[in-house]
């Protein structure tokens, strides 16, 4: 929770804006391609199995004597994803992820020789509420991975600071197309979560920006008129596609019933182009011939050295990554929280609710 560590989370470099992020025919082929294969499921049906789980993993937030109910935290924001692990998925989006114009200023922005596409996903939605109050994406290390470390361990790995030389150096291109009059901006924290922040505001059309998501709080603004942001029907399992009455309009659906039809208006659609970095060459061969990766082992020893210089008490755990008094100590010491000072623009949805 410390001010003086949290002043330390900041990314690479001041986010860059790029008017003009995709060619007009490049954003056809990628909505046309949203249209084409549907149905997509909810962002929150990408993190969370069941009803229960998303409740129990909400609540954290909720001030005392409330109680949560589904209606509170589900928001109608859907997701898809067109290249995984640096493979394009869809040939006519090759250029689109392939993109010399994006891998030419990420190199820039991190001062790297070298680039490699990694992700091309998209974010869609009708009026929507977001109460997430800021987060940080998930950030990977040399030697750790999604399948094997769990990804609260790598968000602590990367609050606590001590694990820099094997991060992953990554940056985004984040493009936004969203006509709607009401809210939808941008809020990021340049400066770490207790900085000043910062706002892209909408509208917003073909506007990108190159950030390292992992090292930055950010967090989408609610948008769209206030009474269309909650369809009645909405459930974990409902599903976004193209309105086959309307040439450029949507809907959401609930197994078969429609609860919402969205004007071309009122559509917030996001692409999020993503890239790993390399600095030169030695960088790069460290990183594909994994000869200096982290191991679960030397994770610990890593943090059970600074919290030992940090005086804290702590014996070693036998099963570190289902310790829950370790999960505790790690969570306590190093989670820096969420960010403090909000636009007035878009304040802070904590204190909203
Ligand atoms: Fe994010």
């Given at each position: 929770m410390s001010e003086a560590m949290s002043s330390?989370?900041?990314?690479?470099g001041e986010p860059l804006v790029v008017d003009g992020a995709y060619r007009d025919d490049q954003h056809a082929r990628l909505l046309q391609a949203v249209r084409d294969n549907g149905p997509w499921k909810l962002i929150l049906a990408q993190h969370f199995a069941s009803v229960e789980e998303l409740i129990a993993t909400m609540?954290?937030?909720?001030?005392?004597g409330v109680t949560p109910t589904l209606d509170m935290f589900l928001t109608p924001a859907f997701r898809g994803f067109f290249a995984e692990q640096g493979v394009c998925k869809h040939p006519e989006l090759e250029d689109c992820f392939y993109n010399s114009d994006f891998m030419a200023r990420t190199r820039a922005y991190w001062n790297a020789q070298y680039v490699r596409p990694e992700q091309l996903m998209f974010n869609i939605q009708g009026p929507a509420d977001n109460l997430d109050p800021g987060h940080l994406d998930a950030v990977t290390f040399r030697g750790t991975h999604s399948r094997s470390t769990p990804i609260w361990l790598m968000n602590i790995m990367a609050k606590s600071g001590l694990f820099q030389d094997w991060l992953l150096k990554k940056a985004q291109v984040i493009t936004w197309f969203y006509k709607g009059e009401v809210g939808g901006g941008f809020t990021y924290w340049p400066d770490g979560p207790h900085g000043q922040p910062r706002r892209i505001a909408a509208?917003?059309?073909n506007r990108g920006v190159v950030v390292q998501n992992e090292m930055m709080y950010h967090r989408g603004e609610p948008n769209g008129p206030v009474e269309m942001r909650h369809p009645e029907g909405?459930?974990?399992?409902s599903l976004i596609e193209a309105?086959?009455?309307?040439?450029t309009g949507w809907r959401i659906r609930t197994d078969d019933r429609v609860i919402q039809h969205i004007p071309e208006q009122e559509i917030r659609f996001l692409v999020h182009w993503g890239a790993e970095v390399y600095e030169d060459l030695d960088e790069m061969k460290k990183v594909m011939d994994h000869t200096d990766d982290l191991d679960t082992q030397r994770i610990v020893d890593i943090f059970m050295a600074d919290l030992k210089q940090r005086g804290i008490q702590c014996d070693e755990p036998a099963d570190p990554l289902h310790d829950q008094a370790f999960i505790m100590q790690l969570v306590d010491v190093y989670d820096i929280g969420a960010p403090s000072i909000y636009p007035p623009e878009a304040p802070s949805p904590l204190q909203a609710a």
């Open positions: 330390h989370f900041r990314p690479v609540s954290g937030a909720m001030p005392e509208p917003m059309w909405l459930d974990l399992h309105d086959p009455d309307d040439a």
